[in-house]
């Protein structure tokens, strides 16, 4: 597979062109030229304008195909009208990627709109790949290139800084230069009219000066592309991102383009939504932009939290208690000192302390201080120190400040500095900051920093969950299921009934209560005697959610007179509140018994921009409060569930409580893994209820259930509505060899990077060199977590596998990885040595081949060494068109037409 990056040509160009430049001020083609030459840029630099020979001394072309150069990137600053004859023009001249800093497109109406298709439309006919249009530009401080349309110069540095919003690019510029904090590369990607977060996000992740990925959106235009970026990104560096428009009123005055060119509401999606996204994608929200200048600057100093135990030290009990609320409000776990500390700082402090985190040093002296640091960061059950210190008379913060430098530089464990107060800490502040300390001068932000990185980490459990099957329970009737919502929709209904809903849950087995619905007071009646008294009775009406708002629940009915009474009843009660809907009658079902019971709400939603979303919480009224639920994207394995269920407030009501045992936690657990194979195997789901889902020591029941459906697209792939592409375990496969040995052939797992680094060991030199093209000797950690955590959707692998001493053994693996174009792919193969020749290599690419069949490519290539004599009649026998690489003679190209 080609190691090159197809966004290079933006990033680390070879030549670059200005059109429109100018030497008028403030017009956008002069400070681009300006940034250009000021940053000394290191390859070749050209201006286009037509009515002059000179822009600060660089020489004009009147047009790009004039320039007697192969250009890898130019900036258009001209306007919009001209944009799409611009591009046609580029195209032509053989340029690679275009930034568009004009306005007036799609925004504008659908005059706009008409041009920015045709922009499109000409740069997708060429090949060319845009970024913008309205983006303030790309930075690559490291080698001069300063392509953007800010006053502020950059520092070269490891941080990579992908922002939608110009303003926003600009302040954080500005900030960071003041401050001397450096970045590997800037994109500001306007309204990502082509290359988008993804797109970029990928380029950072294989780019070797990024060692950090900062991220601020505004908008999300497709979830399963940007969580696969994200999640890409996240398996091997840091990302941080900040999302505006947390609330609904902030984003319905931020219109955007809609598909006909009119102004449309952006549709930012639910705000915790965003939140489990995040989380599932192994990364850190921000918040504001306070967190991220501080995120910025710790990242910058190389701050690495390896977990998020904290201990506090400082010279008073009030500051200490602020440092330590702001960590309950987070969730940050207070370190436990252990009892080898204790006896240390007993021994070693000479004034009273509180014997305990936060280590209270009261009237404390720079030695204590040293003493304390240095003895906490010791501790193997300590992750991070903060310092506070609130001036005293006589407390000389200065040479505290130095103590605490002097224990830093003794660990490896992060510390962040406190100095509250002002003109009697300005000093101790600068020497932290200077020694690389994250300073402040309140708690509150060092322990949100702290948290913010910290969380990086337990979000990475999250991110290594790759949800398999749950084969080994008993399978769900997922026809049957299919058939109840094919016979509602064949109705022109939507909205399912009790029975129905319940049918649906019961596919999928999950406990339910059995319920029958009458239409008379006569078969309220019998219903009743035949279930066994006493009953639960409810309206059945497809028009109404919160039945017992409007009068249509009676519970505990203990007889027959009761029932028919309660059936009148229940019918003209809901006449009376809600005159408006449908009636079908009424639900009889037993009365649940469980007097340990808790009544749980489980739902699913359809999200703006996510898709399908699990909620859980409290049952009852509150069950669907958004402030009470806790919220995740399917699919989910037992890890996942059980961190859904700590996150939700009602958690805490689970365990033994008020004198009822602990529930039964698997069967709950059981009941989400249910939920969340619903939701993947049935697409027509577009909204779900159970409520009350009552739990108790002996197991599960629902209750009331309630599900809304929908029509899809009868084109539409498998998992096409998820946001994260569940593992396929349904291509998993068995394959005999000549010798009889049993193979399995399944797609990787993020669990398989042990096996795959052994794999990688167990590989002749030779091999390794030809598939990795160098002389590779042990896999990376971070190419391990991108040869093992894909996404099964932008790339596949699958590995071929034996069962050996209760374990498996790789034999071999193969995978490819979609191209930008969405229509192409590229691929790689090996084998153990001693399995070439015999057939494994031949069976793998036929599976691969046929899964990009399935996925609709149309082409796969490979990129091959000219003395890989034997690969080359490999995949020639497979049908491959092979040739020479038109760049590198040592190189061969082949093509596998695929459809």
């Known amino acids: 597979m080609h190691e090159h990056h197809y ?7 070879r030549a670059v062109a200005i059109i429109g430049a100018s030497e008028q001020e403030g017009t956008a083609g002069c400070t681009v030229m300006r940034n250009m030459l000021d940053a000394c840029y290191q390859g070749k630099l050209f201006a286009v304008a037509p009515d002059v020979e000179t822009v600060f001394g660089t020489p004009c072309f009147r047009s790009v195909e004039d320039i007697p150069q192969r250009l890898d990137l130019v900036v258009i600053t001209s306007p919009a009208a001209e944009v799409p004859r611009i591009v046609e023009s580029c195209g032509r001249a053989g340029v690679k990627t275009a930034l568009v800093m004009s306005e007036g497109f799609s925004e504008t109406g659908s005059r706009g709109a008409a041009l920015e298709r045709a922009m499109l439309e000409n740069a997708r006919h060429h090949r060319v790949r845009l970024i913008g249009p309205r983006c303030l530009g790309v930075l690559r401080p490291s080698i001069g290139l300063n392509a953007a349309f800010a006053a502020t110069p950059t520092h070269p540095g490891s941080i990579g800084f992908i922002s939608q919003s110009g303003a926003v690019t600009s302040a954080v510029l500005d900030w960071a230069y003041a401050r001397g904090i450096g970045f590997s590369s800037v994109v500001s990607v306007g309204a990502s009219s082509d290359v988008d977060f993804g797109e970029v996000l990928d380029y950072m992740v294989q780019d070797h000066k990024t060692e950090n990925i900062i991220v601020f959106v505004e908008r999300i235009r497709q979830a399963r592309g940007f969580m696969s970026a994200l999640r890409a990104a996240a398996r091997s560096k840091p990302v941080l991102v900040m999302k505006t428009g947390r609330h609904a009123a902030s984003t319905a005055a931020a219109p955007t383009a809609g598909p006909g060119g009119a102004a449309a509401p952006v549709h930012s999606g639910a705000d915790d939504v965003f939140d489990a996204a995040l989380r599932r994608a192994g990364v850190v929200r921000l918040y504001n932009l306070g967190q991220l200048f501080a995120v910025a600057g710790a990242l910058f100093s190389h701050f690495r939290p390896r977990g998020n135990r904290l201990a506090i030290v400082s010279n008073g009990h009030g500051p200490a208690v602020m440092a330590a609320d702001r960590c309950a409000d987070l969730g940050i776990p207070l370190a436990k000192l252990g009892q080898p500390t204790i006896d240390k700082l007993n021994a070693d402090l000479h004034s009273p302390w509180s014997h305990m985190n936060p280590v209270d040093l009261r009237a404390a002296n720079p030695e204590s201080y040293r003493v304390a640091v240095q003895t906490c960061l010791a501790d193997p059950g300590v992750d991070g120190v ?27 464990k992060p510390v962040l500095a406190c100095w509250m107060g002002g003109e009697q800490v300005k000093e101790a502040r600068t020497i932290t900051h200077e020694k690389g300390m994250p300073t402040f001068s309140s708690p509150e932000p060092a322990v949100e920093l702290f948290h913010n990185l910290s969380s990086f980490f337990r979000n990475q459990q999250l991110l290594r969950q790759a949800p398999g099957s749950l084969s080994h329970l008993d399978p769900p009737s997922i026809e049957s299921a299919r058939l109840v919502i094919e016979t509602a929709l064949s109705e022109k209904r939507y909205s399912l009934n009790e029975i129905e809903s319940k049918a649906l849950l019961a596919a999928f087995r999950i406990p339910i209560a059995p319920t029958v619905v009458a239409r008379s007071a006569t078969e309220a009646m019998v219903y009743a005697e035949e279930l066994g008294l006493p009953v ?11 039945k017992s708002d409007s009068g249509g629940v009676r519970l505990n009915v203990i007889n027959l007179m009761q ?11 809901v006449k009376r509140h809600r ?3 449908a009636i079908s009658g009424v639900a009889i079902e037993p009365m649940i018994d469980k ?3 808790r009544e749980l709400f489980v739902g699913v939603f359809n ?22 639920r806790a919220v995740t994207l399917p699919p989910l394995n037992g890890y996942l569930a059980r961190d859904m269920i700590r996150s939700a407030r009602v958690s805490q009501l689970l365990g033994e409580f008020r004198s009822m045992p602990p529930i039964d936690m698997d069967a709950l657990e059981l009941v989400l893994l249910r939920v969340s194979e619903m939701v993947c195997e049935l697409p027509w789901i577009r909204e779900m209820r159970i409520n009350p889902l009552i739990v108790d020591e002996k197991g599960a029941v629902a209750v009331d259930a309630r599900v809304i459906v929908q029509n ?21 496969s068995t394959w005999t060899m000549r010798d009889g040995t049993n193979v399995t052939i399944r797609p990787i797992r993020p669990e398989d990077a042990e096996m795959e680094r052994e794999f990688v060991r167990a590989l002749s030199a030779e091999t390794r060199y030809y598939r990795f093209m160098n002389t590779l000797r042990e896999v990376p950690e971070p190419m391990l977590a991108r040869l093992t955590q894909i996404d099964y959707d932008r790339e596949m692998a699958y590995i071929a596998t034996v069962k050996k001493d209760e374990g498996e053994t790789e034999l071999g693996v193969c995978r490819y990885a979609v191209n930008p174009d969405g229509e192409t792919c590229e691929f790689a193969i090996v084998v153990l040595d001693n399995q070439q020749g015999t057939g494994l290599a031949r069976k793998l690419m036929q599976v691969l081949i046929e899964t990009a069949r399935d996925r609709r490519l149309k082409f796969m290539n490979g990129i091959f060494l000219t003395q890989n004599e034997r690969m080359l009649k490999f995949v020639r026998n497979l049908g491959f068109e092979l040739s020479k690489d038109p760049d590198d003679a040592t190189l061969v190209q082949g093509v596998l037409a695929l459809q």
């Open 563 to 573: 029932v028919r009474t309660a059936y009148q009843d229940i019918i003209e009660d």
């Open 579 to 581: 005159p408006d809907a």
């Open 595 to 597: 007097p340990n019971g």
């Open 712 to 732: 899809i697209p009868p084109t539409a792939d498998r998992y096409d509505h998820m946001a994260i592409h569940p593992y396929p375990s349904n291509l998993e």
């Open 7 to 13: 966004l290079k040509p933006l990033f680390e160009p």
């Open 536 to 546: 639960a009775m409810k309206v059945d009406s497809a028009d109404i959610t919160h």
């Open 607 to 628: 999200d703006a921009v996510f898709g399908p979303s699990i909620a859980f919480g409290e049952g009852g009224n509150r069950g669907e409060e958004d402030r009470d």
């Open 386 to 412: 903060l310092v506070v210190f609130a001036p005293y008379a006589q407390s000389m913060p200065t040479d505290v400040a130095r103590a605490i430098s002097d224990a830093v530089r003794q660990g490896d």
